[in-house]
């Protein structure tokens, strides 16, 4: 009767663990689409503005891009959440002084108080990948829309 209840554990963590994967996988792939998303949206408001001249389009950019960068923190700082609970949980299977009890599978999400969340966020909102991919966009919307007032500043001198 107790392997049968290990057998059942053992398939539960199984199960889990492949749910943690999926997981880590699904968000993965929508901190990729944010990314997408930004720069589908940045080179069409780019070809508007070289086509058009009017940098009024590109003023509007800071918020979406501004947006995209929040959305793809968060979902970054969820897979790394996902990704410390699985490598706890694989480094309890693998240690075998303690063995996954059923407790195990499903505490990682309610121990956490929302300072560690703002944590995890904050570290993700500042991490290398985002801050080199959305930094770039906003210092080039940010150098763009200066060259602009620039050039209009001097053309209104060179008027007159």
Request: aromatic share 16%.
């Amino acid at each position: 009767m107790a392997t049968q209840g290990m057998n059942d554990l053992d398939n539960h963590v199984h199960k889990y663990m492949e749910m943690l994967q999926l997981n880590i996988q699904r968000m993965s792939k929508l901190s990729m689409m944010c990314k997408a998303w930004c720069i589908s949206l940045f080179s069409a408001v780019f070809i508007f503005y070289f086509k058009e001249g009017k940098a009024d389009a590109l003023q509007i950019l800071f918020l979406p891009v501004g947006l995209f960068w929040f959305i793809d923190s968060l979902y970054l700082s969820i897979e790394r959440d996902f990704v410390g609970h699985f490598a706890a949980l694989t480094n309890k299977i693998l240690s075998h002084d303690r063995d996954v009890e059923w407790n195990d599978l499903f505490d990682f999400m309610t121990t956490k108080g929302c300072r560690r969340y703002l944590k995890a966020f904050c570290i993700a909102f500042s991490s290398f990948s985002t801050l080199l991919f959305y930094g770039a966009i906003t210092l080039t919307l940010t150098w763009v829309l200066w060259g602009d007032c620039i050039g209009n500043f001097l053309s209104k001198l060179g008027d007159k």
